[in-house]
């Protein structure tokens, strides 16, 4: 079953979160498997499944990187399990740029960390706007290479806050 048309939702990488958190709650007090407990075997088999479903629909769509590469999917491209890397060569520098900055970061850098940390955050803002507007142009190729990007803004927000925990907890 498609996503989006389990949650009754339209087929875009602009999701309203509420109405996601709303049908995802609905949907989990309608098919949760302990409401199927006195049932055959069959019976419980198969709302575990629709649970796990409807869980794995949730996680996919709430999650802008697994959204768009769902979306993805969907038109026909699959990249969630390649091995390929990205070929913009000014964003590998950046990226090593990135890394270097965060292996600087001492317990004395708090307020630059705090906006590098913020600088990110508009990256990972301004990747998922170009995304949105790649796939409404349908380019996918762009727009595969835009979620790839994302990934890795994902991943650094990750360490950034595994930083900020190592440094400051």
Known sequence: MNYFQL??????????????ANTYRELQKQYHPDK????????RLTAMQKSTEIN???ETLKNSCLRAQYLLLLAG???????R?????????????????IE????????EID??????????????????????????????????KLKFMLKLQT???QLEEKLFD
């Open 7 to 20: 949650f009754s939702l339209p087929e875009t990488f602009s999701v309203d979160k509420s109405v996601l």
């Open 36 to 43: 199927f407990v006195m049932l055959s075997d069959a019976e």
């Open 56 to 58: 794995d629909a949730y």
């Open 77 to 83: 491209l699959d990249i969630a399990l390649e091995q």
């Open 85 to 101: 890397t990205l070929q913009d060569t000014d964003f590998l520098m950046q990226q090593m740029m990135w890394r270097e900055q």
């Open 104 to 111: 600087s970061f001492s317990e004395d850098d708090e307020d």
């Open 115 to 148: 906006a590098f940390s913020a600088n990110i955050q508009q990256q990972v803002n301004d990747l998922e706007s170009n995304i949105g507007q790649q796939l409404q142009e349908e380019a996918l190729e762009a727009t595969a290479n835009s979620v790839r």
């Open 159 to 161: 360490e950034i806050e």
